[in-house]
């Protein structure tokens, strides 16, 4: 299989998973979404170093050792995903898988505005058209809710925060997760103590198939990271954008379809108006790569007479 086709066969598959996460969280009940976070990060982190132990894959831990300002900016990474994380069960659990998929609409453009406050990117025409609709729908959304989604906003606040800080770390997938599960290992840890003292713990107290499920949340936690990471490598940035919308179209049809949440027309006018914006904004990431392609093919094109003159 070529190298492309399986990058887009894992992108796929990362997203998929991804989208389905709302039919494995109510399977977790009576837990609580707290009690339900901390097992995924102490499970996470068993998978990923079983991971690393089949690789072998261990010299990575002194060189991050001997890089604080990396160890921080994960550190940082790690706080953001804890808060996306508990947000995004609490939110399917509570019956609003509807609100959590627009956080993942709307993250994407999240992300455009991040460029333009945080990192000074000046945007074209069409970014700036797509940020006002984002921001439209966010008001016609908070007037059919009666309240700011912020479920929806802080989900695609923090995961936008995360990647941020991830890409100012520059880690690999793999060796990244373990560090931020790592980190969250001692509260993670503490918290289930906690409970287990104080009678409130689901562990061990609802049989050995809720065991199970509890443990196989840090698997699906990891697995469809992994399968990302192998996805980033492989594929143009262009291409990953648009697998992107996978998650939230499957979240939103579980959401619509399986938990059978209301749509009121207004909700519906909301997400229209945001899944206008998704498309100016993909047309325009897609025509500013195409763009950019063309350029380089051209100076390609001007430098080989000259280096074969030479």
């Not at 132990?53 to 953001?80: D, E, G, M, N, Y």
């Not at 956080?103 to 058209?129: D, H, K, S, T």
């Not at 206008?276 to 007479?305: G, N």
């Amino acid at each position: 299989m070529p190298d492309l086709r399986r990058g887009v066969f894992y992108g796929i598959a990362a997203y998929t998973m991804w989208g389905l996460f709302p039919l494995y969280w109510p399977l977790l009940k009576p837990s609580g979404a707290v009690e339900i976070l901390a097992h995924r990060m102490v499970w996470s982190l068993a998978v990923v170093a079983v991971a690393l132990a089949v690789r072998r894959h261990w010299s990575w831990v002194k060189t991050i050792i001997r890089q604080p300002a990396k160890l921080a900016l994960l550190t940082v990474a790690a706080v953001f995903v804890t808060v996306n994380w508990g947000t995004y069960i609490y939110a399917v659990n509570t019956g609003h898988v509807v609100e959590s998929a627009l956080g993942y609409f709307i993250n994407p453009l999240v992300n455009v505005l991040f460029g333009v406050v945080l990192l000074r990117e000046r945007l074209r025409v069409l970014q700036w058209v797509a940020v006002g609709f984002g921001a439209l729908a966010v008001l016609v959304l908070t007037l059919d809710y009666g309240r700011l989604p912020w479920i929806a906003l802080t989900l695609a606040f923090s995961f936008g925060i995360y990647g941020l800080v991830k890409k100012r770390a520059n880690v690999a997938a793999t060796e990244s997760l373990a560090v931020e599960t790592l980190v969250l290992l001692l509260p993670a840890l503490g918290y289930l103590g906690y409970l287990q003292v104080t009678g409130g713990s689901t562990f061990g107290t609802q049989g050995p198939g809720h065991i199970a499920l509890l443990v196989g949340a840090g698997v699906i936690t990891a697995l469809p990271l992994l399968c990302f990471g192998a996805a980033a490598i492989r594929v143009p940035l262009s291409t990953i954008g648009l697998l992107q919308y996978i998650a939230p179209i499957l979240q939103m049809v579980c959401g619509v379809v399986i938990a059978k949440e209301v749509m009121p027309s207004s909700r519906w006018i909301g997400f229209s108006i945001v899944w206008l914006a998704l498309v100016i904004f993909t047309y325009d990431s897609l025509r500013a790569a195409r763009r950019t392609r063309t350029a380089r093919r051209a100076e390609r094109a001007t430098l080989q007479p000259e280096r074969s003159t030479t």
